[in-house]
């Protein structure tokens, strides 16, 4: 049996209920997006020219962003979409 973790924000509103349904699925598929990309700039994977510095408002850190430079790159970016797109969302159906 799976179990949910419940977690409480500082408000005291239960994580779950503070993110709209649906919302869970892309927050998701971006911190899925946001693990590979920087895991491929310290592995450098890709030379460093490749990829762009981003903020994160909400957790404030920097974050590198992989861009569409060369054909390796944009390989791995179609591949992340894709991959990210072919899971079911809770309602059974896949992402757009």
Do not use: C
Request: proline content about 5%; hydrophobic content about 40%.
């Amino acid at each position: 049996v799976h179990r949910q973790r419940r977690i409480t924000l500082p408000s005291g509103i239960l994580l779950a209920d503070a993110i709209p349904l649906g919302e869970h699925e892309k927050q998701t598929r971006s911190l899925l997006r946001i693990a590979v990309y920087n895991i491929s700039y310290i592995r450098s994977l890709f030379p460093e020219k490749y990829f762009s510095d981003k903020s994160a408002l909400a957790v404030e850190m920097k974050l590198k962003n992989l861009m569409h430079m060369d054909a390796d790159p944009k390989r791995l970016i179609h591949w992340m979409k894709k991959v990210s797109l072919s899971y079911p969302t809770q309602m059974g159906r896949k992402l757009q």
